[in-house]
């Protein structure tokens, strides 16, 4: 595969805070509509290169190409115009607001009713909320306001904030963190469905659930790949076993 038909390609990728290399000559690659899940023991690096390719980190060395275009030298707003959204661990949305109203001013031609333009919603808007609701289990739930909404929900609304904005490459942190078992599922079901229009990269910690959603798997250790491919693969490299699993 030619380089720029990956749709992330990370190569050699460090960082360093104060002489210490929290990340130290990265690679991998992310094919359009995959799921990525990045594992490893805390300290690893993870949250890190999620901050360095939404550009919240400037890289020291290395390179973050995607869709052909170079990311480290772009800037955070820039880097989400690019068409990269990210989902920080806990859910963030605007409490007072319905379910329709935080998709709507979310929506990227700036659409909002927190002024007095409510009855100004165009079709499109209402079209992309609702078909957006629907793929995030809340399309029953739209005129509820969000801070009675379940944890749960709540992180499929801030999922559902991003995936509004059209985001080529989705980020999400642990994104059934203090989920049911019922809802881990349907959030596996909600990340399939979305790969027909996105790519996906998730940290996760939870095997059941990165079993049940990676095409890949990347293992990292100490700011380095330590092991990456299936779910299989890496569960049996016994890298992996001495690093991560076995505890
Ligand atoms: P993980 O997400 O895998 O748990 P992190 O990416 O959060 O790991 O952190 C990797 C290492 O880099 C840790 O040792 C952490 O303390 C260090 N680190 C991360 N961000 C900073 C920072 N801004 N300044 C100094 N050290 C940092």
Redesign the pocket.
Same mark, same amino acid.
């Given at each position: 595969m030619n380089k720029d038909d990956f749709l992330l390609a990370v190569e050699g990728l460090t960082v360093s805070?104060?002489g210490?290399k #929290?990340v130290d000559d990265l690679s991998f690659y992310l094919e359009p509509q995959e799921i990525r899940v990045i594992i490893?023991?805390?300290? #690893?690096?993870?949250? &890190?290169?999620l901050d360095l390719i939404c550009g919240k &980190?400037r890289a020291t060395a290395g390179s973050i190409r995607f869709r052909g275009k170079e990311l480290t030298k772009m800037k955070e707003h820039q880097i989400v115009h690019a068409g990269v959204g990210r989902k920080f661990q806990n859910p963030s949305v605007f409490e007072d607001l319905t379910v329709f109203e935080n998709l709507e001013v979310s929506y990227p031609m700036g659409h909002t009713v927190m002024g007095s333009l409510a009855f100004k919603r165009d079709a499109a808007v209402i079209e992309a909320v609702e078909s957006v609701a629907r793929t995030i289990f809340l399309h029953d739930l739209l005129a509820e306001p969000a801070g009675l909404l379940s944890h749960g929900q709540k992180q499929w609304l801030e999922i559902g904030m991003l995936l509004i904005q059209k985001p080529a490459l989705l980020m999400l942190d642990e994104p059934v963190a203090g989920m049911s078992v019922a809802e881990r599922k349907k959030t596996a079901e909600l990340l399939r469905v979305i790969t027909r229009d996105h790519t996906v990269l998730v940290?996760e910690h939870d095997m059941q659930f990165v079993g049940d959603i990676a095409d890949r798997v990347t293992v990292?250790h100490q700011?380095k790949v330590l092991s990456e491919g299936s779910i299989d693969h890496v569960k049996n490299d016994p890298r992996v076993i001495e690093v991560y699993l076995g505890h």
């Open positions: 805070f104060d210490f #929290a490893g023991p805390n300290g #690893a690096g993870k949250t &890190t290169v &980190t940290i990292m700011g």
